[in-house]
């Protein structure tokens, strides 16, 4: 595995795709160090067997590493024994990097808009949480989002936006977000 070719090839691919495979594990597992590590272990899996990944090309080279994340998020599920050990924190160095520099007071007030933020997102049904993520952590089209859930693009835009519209009336119909909470910066305004 020592073909400049090869390692030449990995560099390309995990430039191009990381933040879209992260952001498809994060909106999978729900917890941000996991998503790390499960995107790590794919890319790990994907570098012992880059031979079959540049045989494909570049333009295909997208569709294997997906499929080699889908198989092993599918590993991860059958090896977690409940749903709870899923849930939790999605964005802790979010709060870590809008809180730094900042006086004591603005620090908590980011960091209970990003709780509020998660909360309402974590209570979204799984359909509309992918979507969501992926567009905004991955930083995906919904083209790209479609061909990755294997659903029409359009689809993707509706549930995008569905997705938007129900964490804006949780956060405003939540007395704390009345108090003059912003949550910009966010994409969700």
């Not at 590993?75 to 520099?101: H, K, N, P």
């Not at 900042?102 to 980011?110: F, K, L, Q, W």
Request: charged share 30%; net charge neutral.
């Amino acid at each position: 595995m020592d073909d400049p070719a090869y390692d030449a090839f990995f560099h390309e691919a995990y430039d191009s795709y990381h933040r879209a495979v992260f952001a498809y594990i994060l909106a999978r597992v729900g917890q941000r160090e996991m998503a790390k590590d499960l995107m790590q272990e794919a890319f790990l899996r994907a570098w012992n067997q880059i031979h079959v990944g540049y045989e494909m090309g570049r333009v295909n080279c997208r569709f294997w590493i997906f499929r080699i994340t889908k198989n092993l998020i599918t590993d991860y599920y059958r090896r977690r024994t409940t749903r709870d050990q899923a849930e939790g924190r999605m964005r802790q160095d979010a709060i870590v990097r809008g809180a730094f520099g900042r006086s004591p007071e603005e620090a908590y007030e980011i960091k209970s808009n990003v709780q509020h933020i998660e909360d309402a997102v974590s209570r979204l049904p799984d359909e509309l949480r992918s979507v969501l993520i992926l567009h905004l952590v991955g930083q995906m089209n919904s083209a790209e989002i479609g061909e990755l859930l294997e659903i029409p693009a359009g689809t993707v835009r509706y549930r995008i936006s569905l997705a938007r519209k129900r964490v804006m009336l949780e956060l405003t119909n939540n007395e704390t977000s009345k108090e003059g909470r912003t949550i910009e910066g966010f994409g969700l305004e």
